[in-house]
């Protein structure tokens, strides 16, 4: 879930302007995209 996945990054990625998009990626992955 996205909550999950925030959680996960939180202590290694900084709330930069990619950040959605890496959450969009880690999804998209999760899915098998």
Same mark, same amino acid.
């Given at each position: +879930?996205?909550?999950? &996945? =925030?959680?996960?990054? +939180? @202590? !290694? &990625? #900084? =709330? #930069?302007? %990619?950040? $959605? !998009? &890496?959450? $969009? %990626?880690?999804? +998209? $992955? %999760?899915? @098998? @995209?």
């Amino acid at each position: +879930s996205d909550q999950e &996945i =925030r959680e996960w990054m +939180s @202590g !290694n &990625i #900084c =709330r #930069c302007g %990619a950040y $959605a !998009n &890496i959450v $969009a %990626a880690v999804q +998209s $992955a %999760a899915e @098998g @995209g």
